[in-house]
């Protein structure tokens, strides 16, 4: 059962809650948005709003769920944010391995210490890492994640605020990539998108388009669902199945 509308993931787990902003991506973070309209809804676990908070109490929520599923971690918060402990992340990481019928999506924007923990931990075989791209010099997390020995090794190019350029994408077994979303969202360029496209299709990685946002294709601003997700006229949202555990 799909319990989230990210489309690219099944479920979302948070035994952590907000974070603070890192790079140009994190501008207008919809999770911080959500995060302050929850704790205004009253519930309990936002009641710091967007700081960040350890939840020892939903650690173990993903052992509850016995069918298989694509599970995000920490869509609300960043696992590897320099607040939070070593010591919890292997909590996080004991949850995971417990659960092999799952496979958990791990995507930071601090890549540097998401090297440091894994020189001294395993990667779960049921652990897919990724890193946020989404502008030229945030390209350097690349490099801390491809030679780290998960599964599915994956980068998030959302929201996606120029050209990236030329990408070296040895390693790297997905690519997500999709627009800005919300009033103060940047436009994205339809030959951003494609370049991304043609590298990971020359290069061999699965590549998934999930949203033009804000601006769509034309460059007119209207509601993200109006402009949709179609890229040259079609959908393309490859998973990476081959390597599905």
């Known amino acids: 059962m799909k319990t989230t ?7 979302t787990w948070n035994p952590i809650t907000g974070c603070t902003k890192k790079s140009t991506g994190c501008a207008h973070c919809y999770a911080e948005v959500m995060a302050r309209r929850l704790k205004a809804m009253g519930l309990e676990k936002y009641r710091n709003g967007f700081g960040l908070t350890l939840h020892e109490e939903d650690l173990e929520e993903p052992m ?3 069918t298989s599923h694509n599970i995000f971690v ?11 402990p070593f ?6 990481m004991n949850t995971i391995s417990r659960t ?9 924007k601090r890549a540097e210490r998401m090297a440091e923990y894994f020189k001294r931990h395993l990667i779960p075989n049921n652990v897919w890492l990724g890193v946020t791209i989404e502008c030229k010099n945030t390209k350097s997390r690349i490099d801390f994640l491809r030679h780290l ?3 599915v090794k994956f980068l998030s190019c959302e929201p996606l605020v120029e050209d990236l350029g030329e990408m070296d994408l040895n390693g790297i077994d997905w690519v997500i990539v999709g627009g ?3 009033p103060k969202a940047r436009p994205m360029q339809p030959e ?3 370049n991304i496209k043609q590298q990971v299709e020359h290069q061999g990685a699965a590549f998934f388009f999930k949203q033009w946002g804000t601006w769509g294709s034309d460059g007119i601003k209207r509601n993200k669902h109006a402009n949709g997700k179609l890229l040259l006229g079609e959908v393309v949202q490859q998973m990476p199945g081959k390597k599905v555990c």
């Open 64 to 66: 509850q769920w016995k």
């Open 192 to 194: 951003w998108v494609i």
């Open 87 to 92: 010591e919890f992340v292997d909590k996080i």
């Open 5 to 11: 509308k990210i489309e690219w993931t099944d479920k």
């Open 74 to 84: 920490c869509s609300m918060s960043d696992i590897f944010h320099e607040d939070v």
């Open 180 to 182: 800005e979303s919300g």
């Open 149 to 151: 020995g998960a599964t």
């Open 100 to 108: 092999p019928q799952h496979r958990y999506q791990i995507l930071t």
